[in-house]
């Protein structure tokens, strides 16, 4: 492989990793995992999994260009910003199987994991939540001075709620380094977002607030490579924040035990023709990188992921008395 290809080779990796992962997670959560090493049996995922299949470019190209210390918030659907970002496969299954030595102890599950290690302060299961979580993130990096910024994905169903509006207008009144990502996968939840979201959609209600943005393929991780490199370095040069509209489609249900009956069979067929894996594969191959490697990669990704599902499946359950630890205490030892 030469030189000039590894830019994309090492998307096409990130990539690999997140759908290996949202493969097992999807398997695991519907009762078998014998593909990747363990019988099947019963459910092993428990409470809700929305997977990100189908939206890997956007994660992947965006991410990439984001250091440790920069912050990230992430959505319900966010196992794939939380590997780009750099956490570990494994504590994320343990946390998906609510096992010890899961990232919140077997306690949060998929909607909840963070890694303050890598900056990634969260996904989160209230639509929009994560928007102003990120904001004050950014606001406190400005303030002490640290050479950081703050990045917040979310759906297009997220622009219908009040936190993205407040929190644009406070990223632009106070030029915070700021990226907002909408990741456009054109359904909220069971609902095309179009036959409820009026105007021109996440641009144009950034464009109000003041907040530059540019639109994208987001199933095209070069595409989404380049413009998110050009945000990043706006806002990390002092420029404020910026919005990226990436426009990309979510192939599964809107949880991974959804048939979406309500989808015509035939937009999902054609979203397919698009997907991210195969785009980048046909671009390595076009550009002389070898089949067997480009096979080989998504093969590591599969192998990789199983050996966590295999850690997850065999790890202990949390001690009981955990489940009095991390929880608010509201001064009078009892429930007001």
């Not at 492989?1 to 998307?11: F, G, V």
């Not at 260009?65 to 343990?94: I, N, Q, V, Y």
């Not at 979580?133 to 406190?140: D, H, L, M, T």
């Not at 489609?249 to 698009?274: C, I, N, T």
Request: aromatic share 6%.
């Amino acid at each position: 492989m030469s030189a000039p290809n590894e830019p994309l080779m090492s998307l096409y990796r990130t990539m690999c990793r997140i759908r290996a992962f949202e493969d097992a997670a999807e398997e695991a959560s519907r009762g078998g995992v014998a593909a990747f090493g363990q019988a099947a049996g019963n459910a092993n995922v428990r409470g809700p999994l929305h997977l990100s299949t189908g939206q890997e470019a956007v994660a992947a190209g965006v991410c990439a260009h984001l250091r440790r210390e920069d912050c990230l918030t992430s959505t319900h659907r966010g196992h794939g910003h939380t590997l780009a970002k750099g956490a570990d496969p494994t504590r994320m299954m343990l946390e998906l199987f609510g096992r010890a030595g899961g990232y919140c102890g077997g306690k949060g599950g998929s909607m909840h994991i963070a890694d303050f290690s890598v900056g990634m302060l969260g996904a989160n299961g209230v639509v929009a939540a994560g928007i102003p979580i990120a904001v004050g993130a950014a606001q406190s990096l400005k303030l002490r001075g640290v050479d950081a910024i703050a990045v917040s994905f979310f759906g297009d169903g997220a622009i219908n709620r009040g936190p993205f509006a407040e929190s644009l207008n406070w990223a632009a009144a106070f030029r915070l380094p700021m990226l907002f990502v909408c990741e456009d996968n054109q359904w909220s939840a069971t609902t095309k977002t179009a036959a409820m979201s009026a105007g021109d959609g996440a641009a144009a209600r950034a464009a109000a607030a003041g907040v530059p943005s540019e639109a994208v393929d987001g199933m095209d991780v070069e595409a989404v490579h380049a413009v998110a490199g050009r945000l990043v370095a706006q806002v990390r040069a002092g420029g404020g924040p910026r919005l990226l509209h990436a426009k990309t489609y979510r192939f599964k249900g809107h949880v991974s035990v959804d048939p979406a009956a309500y989808r015509d069979p035939a937009e999902l067929a054609a979203a397919m023709q698009g997907d991210p894996l195969p785009l980048a594969q046909a671009r390595l191959a076009a550009r002389g990188v070898a089949q067997a490697a480009i096979d080989a990669v998504l093969a590591e990704a599969r192998a990789e992921i199983a050996r966590s599902i295999e850690t997850a499946a065999a790890a202990p359950w949390p001690d009981p008395g955990a489940a009095y630890t991390d929880v608010q205490d509201v001064g009078a030892g009892r429930w007001a």
